[in-house]
């Protein structure tokens, strides 16, 4: 059974770009979830989406957007990007949101390592 | 509101010496705890999981945790460390109720380093 895929795995962006990530999570599983992890902050949550629709979403500025498909794969869309915006972006999915107890929690992806110069 | 602390940033054992890793979390209901670990250029892997139940965890790897209530903390271990466990590992609070549910709450990491 594949993982959770995320494309590309590296991406170098300048300043002002735009830049979308992409994340096909396991097979039956319907929800997605994204994080962002720096050195500085941490693992933060950005966005989650299920049955393509946004359910919860973190604080980070409207810059950040997502969407997810109705094959539930996802993307994540970040326009005018900033220096620190250079971020390891991780993916998560499950089964769905509201089923913790029987979904084994998220399984992440590799992440998309995003470089902002 | 939630959150997670993980108070050692950095851990350094010997091989085959005994390890425990701390996490405390705040959460005002019962919480869905999570430790997941995470190698240089990788995602996060789930080592394992407590929602209800026993106490006593055991997960992938040779890993356990505990679940203390009265102490909020979740703190991993693992009775024998090999070299390939040097990583960082997060502890995470999910949220059970309400608008954050499904959301993960990380600890800032625990980088292990094992010494031959």
């Known amino acids: 059974k594949a993982g959770v895929t995320q494309t590309p795995r590296y991406l170098i962006k300048t300043r002002g770009q735009q830049v979308t990530l992409s994340c096909s999570p396991i097979?039956?599983?319907?929800?997605v979830s994204w994080y962002q992890q720096t050195p500085g902050q941490g693992l933060q949550f950005l966005f989650e989406?299920?049955?393509?629709?946004?359910?919860n979403k973190g604080n980070f500025p409207g810059r950040f957007s997502g969407r997810q498909f109705s094959n539930s794969r996802s993307e994540m869309n970040v326009s005018t990007l900033e220096l620190g915006d250079s971020a390891l972006y991780l993916c998560?999915?499950?089964?769905?949101?509201?089923?913790?107890?029987?979904?084994?929690?998220?399984?992440f992806g590799s992440g998309t390592r995003l470089t902002v110069v | 509101a939630q959150s997670v602390t993980q108070p050692d940033i950095h851990i350094t054992v010997s091989e085959g010496a005994s390890l425990e890793l701390r996490c405390n979390y705040s959460?005002?209901?019962?919480?869905?705890l999570f430790w997941y670990v995470q190698s240089p250029g990788q995602g996060l892997q789930l080592l394992l999981k407590?929602?209800?139940?026993?106490?006593l965890v055991q997960g992938i790897k040779g890993f356990e945790a505990e679940f203390k209530r009265s102490q909020s903390s979740f703190n991993l271990r693992k009775p024998s460390v090999h070299w390939s466990d040097a990583a960082e590992y997060f502890c995470?609070?999910?949220?059970?109720?309400?608008?954050?549910?499904?959301?993960?709450?990380f600890g800032r990491g625990t980088q292990l380093t094992v010494w031959p």
């Open positions: 998560a999915s499950s089964l769905e949101p509201y089923k913790l107890r029987t979904n084994y929690g998220y399984t």
């Open positions: 097979s039956g599983h319907r929800s």
């Open positions: 989406y299920f049955s393509e629709t946004q359910r």
């Open positions: 959460y005002g209901a019962t919480p869905y």
């Open positions: 407590y929602f209800s139940g026993d106490t």
């Open positions: 995470a609070v999910g949220a059970g109720r309400g608008s954050t549910l499904g959301r993960l709450y």
